[in-house]
Antibody, heavy 120, light 110 residues
């Protein structure tokens, strides 16, 4: 059974960089065929797709966040990571990592989510 | 891209059927058969209920079904049960090769 678990600071100061890691267990990121995503949910709002990384390292980001987002993968640790720069209070959200089996939004495994608050 | 449009809330009594709509445009819902539906109970991770408009993953009850007409996709839950009370989200692939979600629908089982 594949499991994903997000980790990282729960509080980030404005203008700093938000950094989160998703650890995958029960399956190898490098086994191929899957897209590893970050998704967030602002308080009381719907879900927002941030972007994905393919096991090969290729990435694709939401255009609205592209200038501030970097997603990377560490296959040796079976982890992938999110960095979001120049954060503001508008980036306060629950951040989820999720696996997409096809690259078209078939998110079959999700992490539990982690709340990140941007505040001084 | 704009979020897909879902009703904020729907409700139904046990045993009844309900339908949740998800309206987009020809650049997302209407243009591709890549609509998914997710169920999320409070404090839990979202669960994939339907993918590619009408396919159910293994283990998902056949009380859940999906369909699409034009730019609107729908999730139908038949034989409502108390455990179905949750938030439901749709998502779609888009012509920009991105993914967009709906705002979510809160289902209340009366």
């Amino acid at each position: 059974q594949v499991q994903l678990q997000e980790s990282g600071p729960g509080l980030v100061k404005p203008s700093q960089t938000l950094s989160l890691t998703c650890t995958v267990s029960g399956g190898s990121i490098s086994s191929g065929g899957y897209y590893w995503n970050w998704i967030r949910q602002h308080p009381g709002k719907g879900l927002e797709w941030i972007g994905y990384i393919y096991y090969s390292g290729s990435t694709y980001y939401n255009p609205s966040l592209k200038s501030r987002v970097t997603i990377s993968v560490d296959t040796s640790k079976n982890q992938f990571s999110l960095k979001l720069s120049s954060v503001t209070a508008a980036d306060t959200a629950v951040y989820y990592c999720a696996r997409d089996g096809r690259g078209y939004g078939r998110f079959d495994y999700w992490g539990q989510g982690t709340l990140v608050t941007v505040s001084s | 891209q704009s979020a897909l449009t879902q009703p904020a809330s729907v409700s139904g009594s046990p045993g009844q059927s309900i339908t949740i709509s998800c309206t987009g445009t020809s650049s997302d819902v209407g243009g591709y058969n890549y609509v998914s539906w997710y169920q999320r109970h409070p404090g839990k991770a979202p669960k994939l209920m339907i993918y590619e408009v009408s396919n159910r993953p293994s283990g998902v009850s056949n009380r859940f079904s999906g369909s699409k007409s034009g730019n609107t996709a729908s999730l139908t839950i038949s034989g409502l049960q108390a455990e179905d009370e949750a938030d439901y989200y749709c998502s779609s692939y888009t012509s920009s090769s991105t993914l967009v979600f709906g705002g979510g629908t809160k289902l209340t089982v009366l």
